[in-house]
């Protein structure tokens, strides 16, 4: 685990339907199913290839007693979750889970001081086999925050997990900052528009080709909310919401064959899952993912 300190380790998805979830996830994103159940506790693994690649748990009955509604959560490999725990409250970030024992190790959910939501893990039990190229199949290829400030919360994180800033293009108009852990570029931070009221972390995973996948996503009972649209790296995305109402995108390649390619230069989209919204739009420059 000594690798992964300071990178997101792993992925879960609280969720109203795990069976239901499952099912849609693995047809879009070619998972395999695995249930890792204890008489005390549900819990699926997906796996991509023969290696857990995320869980799938219900959203506990107290978070949907105040309004909670499906959605996924980042782990960051730490050292010592009390330790961070106690760092992120001098740091004016909020503990929402305090640190306790799990099934996948020493956890504790969070939130910046800004209120996007992640979670800390250390003793990871599951993912230490991930690899560690971003471009795996059915693995989480981009990390993405919509700040409240992405200047500002930027130092939160360099201090917290020695996220450092990454190459980028820069300029008066520059909106994307991208961030490295432990020498790799991983995500992106982006200052939020006042029409988005919440600050939130967006996983990307990836897929073989985006254009059958946001089929696959239709037919599945999901919606996508934005896509697909290239990149300046010629990567396409997609902005998704799966049946239950969590927010999720893919990237990958798009193989057209003579298909119509939609306008790089805009990023447009709407979503709404529980008290959290998030629309607006985004200009794109030319910053390499």
Known sequence: MVDQLGRFAWYELLTTDMPAA????????????????TPEFAYTLLTAGDAPAVGLMHLPEEGLRLGARPRW???VAVDDVDAKAVQIRRRGGAILVTPTASNIGRISV??????ATFALVSGLTYGQRQPSGLDEPGRVGWHELLAEDRNKIFPFYGELLGWQKAHAETGPAD???LFSAAGQ???????KLPSVSQPCWLYYF???????AAKRVDAGGGRVLQGPIELPDGCWILRCADPQ???FALQGAWDQKGTERPSASELNWSARWGDVASQGKLILHKTKR
């Open 22 to 37: 499952a099912a849609f996830y693995g047809k879009v994103i070619g998972w395999a199913v695995e249930d890792a159940s």
């Open 73 to 75: 959560v980042g782990y």
């Open 110 to 115: 969070v939130a910046d001081p800004q209120g």
């Open 175 to 177: 909106l994307y900052e």
């Open 185 to 191: 570029t991983i995500g992106g931070m982006l200052t």
């Open 206 to 212: 990836n897929v073989d080709d985006i254009g059958a």
């Open 245 to 247: 109402g969590a927010l």
